[in-house]
């Protein structure tokens, strides 16, 4: 080529015909254009005129000039220009040997073309037939030998197939084998990244030495490496590093999927004088679990991609919905929920919506009851590789099931009974085969209470933790390719103070992992690779090169061809080898005196003979259009054109501005995931959603407050409990803040029954037994904070005990907690009214409800779900649509009163628990009870006559 300053021409004779410009220019000149007949009426009056000799006008000056640029464009193209301004400096040396040096490291990734396109540009300089060579800095097994010639096409080609690699440059090894290579370059080009990290100063002083150096640097621009991540259990911190620190940047990270589906993206902003940065999600753990990589939105690289491994990522685990609690810090749920936040993404809910999500571990805090298709599943779900972790309980000691690791033995429920002991136990040390070996036993804690295990002669085997006593504390089963695993203990403080301790949090750390199979100590045994990153930071399958990695050695090693980052497989589950963890790139910032350093433009070339031809196109183009139209062969523009033309821009520029009223009536609204979202700000009535599955009904009862009662088959028994309720309804909206709506009749197997806090079960005399579906929704409900009351309504019988035979066939299934007659003291007997009967048409009856207070019983705020009883309270409340009661009562007018009065705090009790067990109120109460015999409730008359108020 020849050079021409910074230009280089491939063809440069073809520059001989700019001498032709100056006769073309003159030509055109000189030549008018065409003329242009046009005919008139009134040159018919010049017929017989000789017409005289005219001269005709000139070219106009802007016709010639578009010809003549033309014309030059076209030459000019034709010669085959090349503008590369690194070629000034270059003295041409057809003989001389030019060594090309790629850094093709992972921190080149983000400027890889740049590189690429300097390393090309500097094959334009120096004599067309002077050899190539090529020396890459990123170590691998087939890198090209340096002294290898390459002609100057084929090394374009090469380095047009050069990719980056995922791992760092080593440029002493890459300085090794040059010098093994004895060749000697006449000069050098440096195609570098500009990271000091692998003696980027040393590298280039050494080539100096050499020959002739040309530098072109092209550092990462913005954030160059993610270098840790730190997560909680609904947000995660990601680190990020750049290599220049001047000026205010902003950068944005993003949360994915394994297959590439953006979460969520938060802002990274770096300031002035700083290289580190944090970037902080804020995701709900559902979503947390489902990500597997941080990437640098916009940034191309391994370097900016950070892969979410197994030990890192919070564990993704089930805890079954107990239900809704008025104290819930005394629930058994606070103390599991307080252990697992520190490394686990916790999602609650039903055992099938559980399941759905394949979690790592699903957690049931005593639950003595499960129904045969959530035992199904789970049992599927444990068997496919899941981890079932139980705690023990009153439920769970009172009725078992098959999803437990060992037999159990049954125990009573009253207080005191098997399970209760005089002395407390410690724990004793953790067996060596047990995942808990190496955690260190708290002296302090103590257990109080434990279900026992049935002796078996594997029972020593699936025993992971012992009391003092060598009885089993925690025992553990395989159950096809998951595990079985039962704490004795309940997992809150009633039984033991383990859940008080931080060994409970390590326990159930190791519980979850050890469940899915996966070793807490991974010192031995390997990992192999499962996807890894290139260097553009995308995943792909392990390739042939890649070899497994010691488990020992999985926290030292870095990066490299044998080991490239990726997500690999082990005895712990999936690790991940990152490329920026722990990096700390900076700029060389000084060069040798000897080498010059070329800029962004200088390390460019630019072939500019097809935009010179393109050009001298277009010019021809133009002027061709302006000839026709002068001519008269364009059709002209008329006035109706004109109009339809101009109020078509209008309508257009119309269209794309917002009305003042539209700007006024919309705000934008940030989303979960980081986007945004146009909201309206107008006034908008919003209908009520309607499914498919929303009845009327629900609407109304989720919208006003009412009773419920189960429908049976008896339609006159339907018919009074309607009445009872409807009567109690009455009575609560005249005497209380209550105002329940008319009550609603409920099939166990279709309706929500979580939209009434209170349902009641008149049972018939001859009831068959409850399906498997209502017994499941009844126990969803009870532990969602729903009262069941049951009424057999046989208290006509002689005595005060309830018959409840007839119960453990129609209920069978049902998670009863364990039962008490109600107490003389209970918070029921002054929840609104002070009483010390709960009398219905049957007076003297007892009445059961949950026990608490004791070791066998649920712990929580002491409020109880369920009452069972005989009085037939519902026919002492029934009225007619009058106010007219229904049915007679035994004690008369008083009796129904005192009915009325227990249905209201019955009321009351469920809708405000206990808060008047408080002693706050014992004052209040105390002068109640002094001036009981004084004064009277001026609303409520103690004697009625039978029928109610006349």
């Known amino acids: 080529m020849t050079a021409l300053g910074p230009f280089l021409f491939g063809a440069p004779m073809a520059l001989l015909a700019l001498i032709s410009l100056p006769i073309i220019w003159w030509v055109l000149r000189a030549t008018p254009p065409a003329p242009r007949d046009v005919e008139l009426p009134s040159l018919r009056l010049l017929e017989g005129v000789e017409p005289k000799e005219e001269t005709p006008a000139r070219t106009p000056w802007w016709v010639w000039l578009i010809r003549t640029l033309a014309a030059a464009a076209a030459i000019a193209g ?13 003295a041409p040396d057809a003989g001389g040997a030019l060594l090309v040096v790629v850094d093709n490291g992972w921190p080149s990734a983000p400027r890889w073309s740049e590189l690429i396109d300097s390393a090309t540009a500097t094959l334009d300089t120096g004599g067309r037939d002077a050899a190539t060579h090529l020396l890459l800095t990123a170590p691998q097994t087939l890198n090209v030998d340096p002294a290898t010639r390459l002609s100057r096409t084929d090394m374009a080609k090469r380095l047009s197939s050069l990719r980056p690699q995922a791992w760092s440059t080593d440029r002493t090894e890459a300085l090794a084998r040059l010098k093994a290579s004895g060749l000697k370059p006449a000069r050098i080009f440096w195609a570098s990244d500009g990271i000091e990290d692998a003696g980027g100063r040393a590298f280039a002083a050494a080539l100096s030495a050499i020959a002739p150096l040309s530098v072109y640097a092209a550092p990462p621009n913005g954030p160059a490496a993610i270098t840790s991540i730190a997560s909680q259990t609904d947000s995660v911190s990601v680190t990020l590093r750049r290599v220049q620190p001047r000026g205010d940047e902003r950068s944005f990270v993003s949360a994915l999927t394994l297959d590439g589906s953006a979460l969520a993206t938060a802002e990274a902003v770096f300031i002035d004088g700083e290289r580190e940065t944090i970037a902080s999600f804020s995701i709900p753990a559902a979503a947390l679990s ?83 298709d959530d035992a199904t599943r789970l049992a599927e779900w444990v068997e496919q590789g899941g981890a079932l972790i139980r705690f023990a309980g009153p439920h769970l000691a009172a009725q078992g099931d098959d999803l437990l690791p060992v037999a159990l033995r049954r125990s009573s429920r009253a207080l005191g009974g098997a399970l209760a002991w005089d002395e407390p136990q410690a724990m004793a040390r953790f067996p060596e085969t047990s995942p808990f070996d190496g955690l260190s036993i708290p002296p302090d804690v103590r257990i109080r209470q434990q279900v026992l295990a049935k002796p078996a002669p594997d029972l020593a085997r699936k025993t992971w933790a012992r009391l003092a006593d060598g009885s089993p504390l925690v025992t553990a089963d395989a159950r096809g390719s998951g595990t079985l695993i039962l704490f004795h203990i309940t997992a809150g403080p009633d039984w033991s103070d383990l859940p008080y301790s931080g060994t409970f949090e390590q326990m159930l750390r190791r519980s979850i992992a050890a469940g899915r199979g996966e070793s807490v100590n991974d010192a031995e045994g390997a990992y192999s690779p499962q996807l890894v990153l290139d260097g553009y930071g995308r995943l792909a399958s392990a390739g042939a090169n890649a070899a497994p990695l010691k488990a020992a050695d999985f926290d030292t090693v870095k990066p490299s061809e044998a080991h490239p980052p990726g997500l690999y497989q082990g005895p712990s589950g999936t690790r991940a080898l990152n490329t920026g963890a722990g990096a700390r790139p900076s700029l060389i910032e000084s060069w040798p005196p000897a080498a010059r350093l070329l800029g962004d433009a200088e390390a460019r070339s630019l072939r500019l003979a097809g935009p010179l031809l393109s050009l001298a196109a277009i010019l021809l183009a133009i002027d061709l259009f302006i000839a026709l139209f002068v001519a008269g062969f364009l059709p002209r523009l008329g006035r109706r054109t004109k109009s339809a033309a101009a109020l078509l821009l209008l309508c257009t520029l119309g269209l794309g501005l917002p009305s003042p009223a539209e700007a006024q009536t919309y705000r934008y609204e940030q989303m979960p995931d980081g986007t945004f979202r146009r909201v309206s700000t107008a006034p908008q009535v919003v209908p009520m959603a309607r499914t498919g599955n929303t009845t009327q009904k629900e609407i109304d009862a989720a919208l006003t407050m009412r009773l419920g009662y189960v429908e049976t088959a008896d339609r006159a028994l339907n018919t009074r409990t309607r009445a009872g309720l409807s009567g109690l309804s009455s009575v609560l909206n005249l005497r209380t803040s209550v105002e329940p709506a008319e009550p609603d009749a409920l099939n166990l197997e279709t309706d929500a029954l979580e939209l009434y806090p209170l349902i009641y079960f008149s049972v018939p005399e001859t009831a068959p037994a409850l399906s498997e579906t209502a017994i499941s929704r009844l126990n969803a409900y009870l532990r969602s904070g729903g009262a069941l009351v049951i ?53 003297n009856r007892r009445m059961w409800i949950e026990r608490t207070g004791g070791p066998n019983a649920p712990r929580g705020d002491g409020v109880s779900r369920l009452f069972i009883g005989d009085a037939d309270w519902i026919s002492a409340w029934a009225v007619d649509e009058r106010g007219r009661d229904l049915y007679s009562v035994d004690g008369g007018p008083q009796q129904r009163e005192m009915a009325r009065r227990f249905g209201v705090n019955l009321v009351m009790y469920v809708l405000t628990g206990n808060y008047k067990d408080d002693q706050v109120h014992l004052p209040a109460l105390l002068e109640r009870l002094g001036n009981g015999d004084e004064a009277e409730d001026p609303r409520l008359p103690d004697r009625l006559p039978e029928g109610g108020p006349q």
């Not at 010669?79 to 590369?84: L, N, R």
Request: net charge negative.
């Open 78 to 90: 034709l010669s085959q220009p090349v503008y590369a301004p690194g070629a000034r400096n270059e």
């Open 290 to 372: 489902r990500i597997a990589r941080f990437t640098a939105t916009g940034r191309q690289g391994a370097g900016t991609v950070w892969l979410w491994d197994s030990t890192n990522r919070s564990r993704r685990v089930g805890l079954v919905d107990t239900g809704s609690v008025a104290q819930p810090l005394l629930s058994d749920m606070h103390y599991v929920r307080k252990a697992l936040e520190p490394f686990a993404s916790i999602t609650e809910g039903n055992i099938e919506a559980l399941v759905s999500t394949s979690p790592d571990a699903v957690i049931l805090t005593d639950i003595g009851q499960i129904q045969p």
């Open 791 to 843: 009424d057999t309504r046989a208290g006509g019988t002689i005595g005060t005990d309830t018959d409840v035979a007839p119960l453990e066939t129609l209920l069978e299934g049902l998670d009863a907690p364990p039962l008490q007659p109600t107490p003389a003291n209970h918070v029921l007997a002054r929840s609104f009214y002070l009483l010390d009967d709960y009398p219905g048409r049957f007076a």
